[in-house]
């Protein structure tokens, strides 16, 4: 059941636009578009009703409180549970048939080079997500989008710890990183600032509420080489990406989304940030992506290896969707036939998934990100 169905009206209604055009998923240029008629005001940043998640806390801790809340005094043996508070992210749309009207924002993905790759599973964090890192310089028009919305993000932080719907000291954890640690523990500025996009592997239960996205990942994977054509030779989508015959998990995932792999087209789920126990966050969410794997030293942002003795940065150069490809091998089945081939198998629309971006599930979990 979707979040829209079980939230007051007055969120139905505030979301309601956005829930009309869900398929819509706005291209970079439309984000730098947008800002540079608008300015800060081509985006409507909303808090969502409060849910309450995560464990109970023990009697005697101080309490959670939630944003926009007072505290409540805590009486002994009462528990408490964390909250999370999430902010969601409209953009106003500079599409003529959308009369300026909201939608949250989406943002595709076009060539884009992974320049630090999914870390193994002894070097991940705890939790749903895993993070790749990509460097602004490599795909400069996302990279510029991403810095405007990261701006935009960070002036209603601000905001809000001023109105203290976010209590002061927060630690708010930035989309751009500008600097890493060297191997001799000295602050080092990057070439280029690096942002994280961040995978969930994990699988979209039956009463889901968006059908098309029930059983499947919450990052669907596809493979650029696998391309499954009608009988007419016309291209309608990629195949699955796949270790060892397997969907992609949260522990291989590692194995194919690489360092230098390219995202030839994908969605990037920007539409929320959120204030937790842990901190105040926006997370980018890959929800579809179709990669080219390369075969790589898979280095992670953070890796003492990625770090050289002159304190320069090792980040792979970006690498050309474009390169020289394997020849085709097809195969027929049921009607359908997969390809496995080269860049220049992309869909008729450009964008590599085989089909129109208006015709396709836009796939953003209303909810946005998975309950801390």
């Not at 870390?119 to 400069?140: C, F, L, R």
């Amino acid at each position: 059941m979707s979040a829209a169905t079980t939230a007051s009206s007055s969120t139905i209604a505030s979301v309601a636009s956005a829930v009309k055009f869900r398929g819509v998923v706005f291209s970079a240029a439309e984000v730098i578009e947008a800002y540079t008629k608008w300015g800060d005001n081509a985006f409507i940043i909303e808090l969502k009703p409060e849910k309450t998640t995560g464990t109970p806390k023990e009697a005697g801790k101080a309490p959670v409180v939630a944003a926009g809340k007072k505290p409540v005094a805590k009486k002994a043996g009462v528990k408490k549970t964390a909250t999370v508070s999430r902010f969601n992210i409209f953009m106003k749309s500079t599409r003529k048939e959308h009369a300026e009207q909201k939608f949250l924002v989406q943002i595709k993905m076009n060539k884009v080079p992974i320049a630090f790759g999914i870390p193994a599973p002894e070097n991940q964090y705890e939790g749903d997500y895993v993070p790749s890192s990509v460097n602004v310089s490599d795909a400069p028009e996302l990279g510029k989008a991403v810095t405007i919305l990261a701006g935009v993000v960070e002036k209603h932080i601000v905001k809000m710890q001023k109105e203290g719907v976010i209590p002061q000291g927060k630690e708010v954890h930035k989309v751009l990183s500008t600097t890493y640690t060297d191997k001799n523990n000295n602050i080092v500025q990057k070439a280029s600032p690096t942002y994280r996009i961040n995978w969930c592997f994990n699988l979209c239960p039956d009463d889901y509420f968006d059908e098309k996205k029930r059983g499947k990942p919450r990052s669907e994977v596809l493979d650029a080489t696998k391309v499954i054509r009608d009988p007419k030779g016309v291209p309608i989508e990629n195949g699955p990406a796949t270790i060892d015959g397997a969907l992609l998990t949260k522990e291989t995932a590692h194995k194919f989304v690489t360092t230098g792999s390219i995202v030839e087209t994908g969605r990037l789920n920007a539409s929320q940030y959120t204030c937790s126990s842990f901190g105040v966050a926006y997370r980018l969410e890959v929800v579809r992506a179709v990669v080219r794997h390369v075969e790589s030293k898979n280095n992670y942002e953070g890796d003492d290896e990625v770090v050289v003795d002159d304190g320069v940065t090792n980040a792979p150069a970006a690498v050309s969707s474009s390169s020289s490809a394997p020849a085709n091998h097809t195969a027929t089945t049921n009607g359908k036939t997969t390809t496995t081939a080269g860049a220049d198998d992309d869909a008729a629309d450009g964008d590599g998934d085989a089909v129109a971006d208006e015709d396709v599930d836009a796939a953003y979990d209303e909810d946005g990100a998975a309950d801390e």
